[in-house]
């Protein structure tokens, strides 16, 4: 029968246990998180107005983004456009070169 039904292994499970836990310590961990997210909020915030009383004070001028809707497309484009110049290229010294030696021939078979 078990060559019909041969026995399928079930996969281990990961079972970690910590070696200690200490409740008192997550606890204390978890506040420290919490007083650090709300002492980068108020960075950031802080930040803000900063930043938006310096630009009240100093308007951007010649800033240009470097990223904008359609640059990946003009990226790809220009280096299609570079990759067939220099292929035109190659194929048109690969033929000169090949004339100079088809007439080379030519002239010492002569």
């Given at each position: 029968?078990s060559?019909l039904?041969?026995?399928?292994q079930?996969?281990r499970?990961w079972d970690?246990?910590p070696i200690?836990?200490?409740?008192?310590?997550?606890?204390q961990?978890?506040?420290?998180e919490?007083?650090?997210?709300?002492?980068r909020?108020n960075q950031?915030?802080?930040?803000?107005?900063?930043?938006?009383?310096?630009?009240?004070?100093?308007?951007?001028?010649g800033?240009v983004?470097t990223?904008?809707?359609?640059?990946?497309r003009?990226?790809?484009?220009?280096?299609?456009?570079?990759?067939q110049?220099?292929?035109?290229?190659?194929k048109?010294i690969f033929?000169?070169?090949l004339?100079?030696l088809l007439l080379?021939?030519?002239?010492?078979l002569?």
């Amino acid at each position: 029968m078990s060559v019909l039904f041969p026995k399928v292994q079930k996969p281990r499970a990961w079972d970690y246990r910590p070696i200690y836990y200490d409740e008192q310590k997550e606890k204390q961990k978890k506040v420290r998180e919490k007083l650090d997210a709300l002492r980068r909020e108020n960075q950031e915030q802080s930040e803000q107005q900063k930043d938006e009383a310096s630009a009240e004070a100093q308007p951007m001028t010649g800033y240009v983004p470097t990223l904008h809707r359609g640059s990946f497309r003009e990226a790809r484009e220009l280096s299609e456009d570079f990759r067939q110049k220099s292929q035109r290229q190659s194929k048109t010294i690969f033929f000169i070169a090949l004339l100079f030696l088809l007439l080379f021939f030519y002239w010492l078979l002569k």
